[in-house]
C-alpha cells in the first residue's frame, strides 16, 4: 500500500523547495567547475614559477669540467642541491645530442627530448608526467647545451583530485540539507496562506461575519489577507442590504394584505347591504392599487440593480421638452390640490439618457413636491444649463424635511413620517427609484430643504450637444 506523504506533490512548497534545489545544484555545479579549473591552473602556475627560479639559481652553480659544464660540487652547492632535491625537483645538463652531461636527483627517469627553445614541456613516463623547464645555457649558444629542470606533477593532480572527491561526496550531502531546509523555509512562509485557506472555507453561504484579521509582517500575504477581509466587507454589506430589503419589502407587502383580510372579514362576520358591499370593495380596490404600485416599483428597483445602463438604452434625450410636457401633465392633479406649478425651462437642453427612465425619475420628485406642499403651495420646475452641465432643480414650498432624515432620504422604504405616509399612502420607493436612475445616467441627485419652508431636490448630469445646434452652429 503507498503510504500518503506528508506534502502533496504538486504543492506549492516542493515545488518551490525542487526550484531552490535545482538551482543550487546548477549553482554549486558552475561554482565547483571555475573552483577545479582554477585550482589546476594556479598551482601549474606556481610549479612553473619555481622550475623557472630554480633553474636561474641552478645556473651560478655551473663549472666548466673538462670543456663541459657540470655542477659545482663545493659544500655550500652540495646543501642547496639537496634542498633541491628533497623539494622534488630532478635537474639535468644535456648536450646538442641529448646526451646527459651532468645530473641530480631522479634525472634519469625523465625521457630526453630535444628542445628547440627556452620552454616549458610535459614528459609522460609510465608512472607519472614530469613538467619540464629547458634552458639555453647562456655562455655554451655555441654547442648548444643545455639545463632542465622538472618536478613531477603528480602532486597538482592529486589536490585536483582531492578537491573532486570532496565535492562528489559533499554535493548529495549540501542538497539533502539545503532540501530540508528548502522545505521548513516554504513551510514558513506558506503557513499564512494555509491559515487564509482554512478560514475562507469556513465562511458559510450566509454567514460573512468572520475575518481572516492576519497579523504577521506587511509582505505579500497580508495584502491578500487584507484584498480579502475588504472583499467579504463588501459582500456582508450586500448581503446585510439584500435581507434588510427582504425583509422590508415583506413587511410592505403585508400591511395591504393584513388591511384587505381584515375588512373582508368584518364585511362577512355579519349580512351586509348592497352599498356596505360596495363600500368594501371601493377600500379593498384601493389597498390592491398600493400593493399593485409597490410591487411595481419594487420591480422597476430589482430591474434596475441587475442593470448598469446598456449604451443602447442612451438615447440624446430632449430634456426641455420632456420636462414640459411633464409639467403640463401633473397640471390638473395640482389644480385639483390647489397648488400652483410653475415651469421655467430654459430651451434645447440635451442630455443622453433613457427617456423612459428619465420621466420616471421626475415624475417622482414632482409627485413628492405635490404630495408633500398644503393646498396654496407652489411647486416650481427649473432646467438650466452651466457650460457642460445640465441641471434640473423640482423646488416645492411644502413642510420641509428635518436635517436628521436627509442622508437616509435615498434609502429605500425611508418615509419620514409614519403617519404621513399612511395618509398619501407612498410605500419609500419613489426617491430610491430616483436615485438609482440617476446613478445609471451617472448625474448627482442631491436634496435641500428648510422645515415649514419647502424643499429643493437637484439633478445634474452632463449635457449632450444637440444634434441640431451641431447642424447650425
Ligand atoms: P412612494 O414615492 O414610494 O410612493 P414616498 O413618496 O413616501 O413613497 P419617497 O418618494 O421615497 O417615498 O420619499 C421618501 C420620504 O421623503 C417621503 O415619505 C417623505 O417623507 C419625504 N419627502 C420626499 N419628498 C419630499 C418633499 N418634497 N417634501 C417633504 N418631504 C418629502
Ligand atoms: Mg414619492
Do not use: C
Not at 639545463?147 to 613531477?152: D, I, K, N
Not at 578537491?163 to 506558506?190: K, Q, S, Y
Not at 362577512?268 to 368594501?280: C, F, G, I
Not at 400593493?291 to 419594487?298: K, S, V
Amino acid at each position: 500500500m503507498i503510504k500518503k506523504l506528508p506534502w502533496k506533490i504538486n504543492s506549492l512548497r516542493v515545488r518551490l523547495t525542487a526550484w531552490y534545489i535545482f538551482l543550487l545544484a546548477l549553482t554549486l555545479t558552475l561554482f565547483s567547475s571555475y573552483l577545479y579549473i582554477q585550482l589546476e591552473k594556479s598551482l601549474l602556475a606556481q610549479l612553473d614559477t619555481n622550475l623557472q627560479l630554480t633553474s636561474t639559481q641552478t645556473v651560478t652553480n655551473l663549472i666548466n669540467s673538462n670543456g663541459h659544464l657540470a655542477f659545482r660540487k663545493t659544500v655550500d652547492s652540495q646543501a642547496m642541491t639537496q634542498h633541491l632535491l628533497e623539494a622534488g625537483f630532478a635537474i639535468r645538463l644535456i648536450d646538442e645530442k641529448g646526451q646527459i652531461l651532468d645530473g641530480l636527483g631522479r634525472y634519469e627517469a625523465i625521457p630526453i627530448t630535444l628542445p628547440i627553445q627556452t620552454s616549458f614541456s610535459n614528459l609522460k613516463t609510465s608512472t607519472t608526467t614530469w613538467r619540464v623547464y629547458s634552458q639555453i645555457l647562456p655562455d655554451t649558444n655555441n654547442k648548444g647545451e643545455w639545463l632542465q629542470v622538472a618536478e613531477s606533477l603528480e602532486p597538482i593532480y592529486e589536490a585536483s583530485e582531492h578537491l573532486l572527491t570532496l565535492m562528489v561526496l559533499g554535493f548529495p550531502l549540501v542538497l539533502v540539507i539545503a532540501e530540508f531546509g528548502g522545505l521548513f523555509l516554504a513551510d514558513r512562509a506558506l503557513r499564512p496562506i494555509e491559515r487564509i485557506i482554512r478560514t475562507a472555507g469556513s465562511i458559510g453561504v450566509n454567514d460573512f461575519t468572520q475575518r481572516i484579521g492576519y497579523q504577521g509582517s506587511t509582505d505579500e500575504v497580508r495584502r491578500l489577507a487584507k484584498t480579502l477581509d475588504r472583499m467579504l466587507d463588501r459582500l456582508q454589506l450586500g448581503f446585510e442590504h439584500e435581507r434588510r430589503f427582504t425583509a422590508d419589502a415583506a413587511h410592505e407587502l403585508r400591511t395591504p394584505l393584513t388591511v384587505i383580510k381584515g375588512r373582508i372579514g368584518v364585511t362577512l362576520s355579519r349580512p351586509r347591504t348592497v352599498e356596505e358591499y360596495e363600500q368594501t370593495l371601493q377600500n379593498l380596490e384601493q389597498e390592491t392599487d398600493r400593493l399593485i404600485r409597490l410591487t411595481h416599483g419594487l420591480l422597476f428597483l430589482a430591474r434596475l440593480d441587475l442593470r448598469s445602463m446598456h449604451p443602447t438604452l442612451l438615447q440624446p434625450v430632449d430634456l426641455s421638452n420632456l420636462l414640459s410636457t411633464l409639467v403640463e401633465q401633473m397640471q390638473p392633479l395640482a389644480s385639483t390640490q390647489h397648488i400652483q406649478i410653475i415651469a421655467q425651462i430654459s430651451p434645447q437642453l440635451f442630455i443622453r439618457g433613457n427617456a423612459d427612465y428619465l420621466t420616471n425619475l421626475f415624475l417622482n420628485l414632482i409627485d413628492n413636491a405635490l404630495k408633500y406642499t398644503p393646498s396654496g403651495g407652489t411647486v416650481t420646475v427649473k432646467a438650466t444649463q452651466k457650460y457642460q452641465v445640465v441641471e434640473v432643480q423640482v423646488q416645492d414650498t411644502g413642510a420641509g424635511i428635518e436635517a436628521k432624515h436627509l442622508p437616509f432620504l435615498f434609502d429605500r422604504f425611508y418615509r419620514v413620517e409614519e403617519a404621513r405616509t399612511r395618509r398619501t399612502g407612498g410605500a419609500g420607493l419613489g426617491l430610491a427609484i430616483a436615485n438609482e436612475i440617476t446613478r445609471l445616467h451617472n448625474g448627482k441627485l442631491t436634496v435641500e430643504s428648510q422645515v415649514n419652508q419647502g424643499t429643493t431636490f437637484s439633478f445634474t448630469v452632463t449635457s449632450h450637444q444637440s444634434p441640431v445646434t451641431s447642424v447650425f452652429s
